[in-house]
T-cell receptor, first 112, second 112 residues
Framework: GDSVTQMEGPVTLSEEAFLTINCTYT??????LFWYVQYPGEGLQLLLKATKADDKGSNKGFEATYRKETTSFHLEKGSVQVSDSAVYFCALSGAGANNLFFGTGTRLTVIP | DTAVSQTPKYLVTQMGNDKSIKCEQN?????MYWYKQDSKKFLKIMFS???????INETVPNRFSPKSPDKAHLNLHINSLELGDSAVYFC???????????FGQGTRLTVV
């Protein structure tokens, strides 16, 4: 069945460091891929998405490219800020799926 | 003008009680969901409704009963609460079953 494997955390970075959170997926067909962010005490917010191979989703300085050949959708940001501290979830929605499948989440802490 | 709103935000109750969580979306979406997030932040789909029709009912105890009076509402009723039911419950909605979901703020349920 469809699944998402996400880099385990927690991840601690200094402000302005480069961020990569790895995400790989297993799915039949051509799923849509998403990154969600959950700030403390809040619900999940869609950060970015990509719906077909080689698409790049981007938002708030974050980027992720849909790589079909490596079944990956890694999240990157060139320079993180303290305000980026949150839990990040990779998710997919397969063709004909009834819901999103989420990874286990990666907690990011950015220190000044 | 909150897109997906759920109430209450916090719910503390004793074992054996019955409680309800309400959810409303004003996005005009056809599909609504209930997810459960455990203490390790893992998200698990519980139920999915499409146009008021139950689509998904994962392996959830039958003490949990969703009710969708109309497309904009999906409530969750829980009978005979147990300690293990303590978690954060998220309501979400999406335009279609395979598109991105929009989440409510969550209801933190604590059973004592």
């Amino acid at each position: 069945g469809d699944s998402v494997t996400q880099m385990e955390g927690p991840v601690t970075l200094s402000e302005e460091a480069f961020l990569t959170i790895n995400c790989t997926y297993t799915a039949t067909g051509y799923p849509s891929l998403f990154w969600y962010v959950q700030y403390p005490g809040e619900g999940l917010q869609l950060l970015l998405k990509a719906t077909k191979a080689d698409d790049k989703g981007s938002n708030k300085g974050f980027e992720a490219t849909y790589r079909k050949e490596t079944t990956s959708f890694h999240l990157e940001k060139g320079s993180v800020q303290v305000s980026d501290s949150a839990v990040y979830f990779c998710a997919l929605s397969g063709a004909g799926a009834n819901n999103l499948f989420f990874g286990t989440g990666t907690r990011l802490t950015v220190i000044p | 003008d909150t897109a997906v709103s759920q109430t209450p935000k916090y719910l503390v109750t004793q074992m054996g009680n019955d409680k309800s969580i309400k959810c409303e979306q004003n996005l005009g979406h056809d599909t609504m969901y209930w997810y459960k997030q455990d203490s390790k932040k893992f998200l698990k789909i519980m139920f999915s409704y499409n146009n008021k029709e139950l689509i998904i009912n994962e392996t959830v105890p039958n003490r949990f009963s969703p009710k969708s009076p109309d497309k904009a509402h999906l409530n969750l009723h829980i009978n005979s609460l147990e300690l293990g039911d303590s978690a954060v419950y998220f309501c979400a909605s999406s335009q279609a079953r395979y598109t991105e979901a929009f989440f409510g703020q969550g209801t933190r349920l604590t059973v004592v």
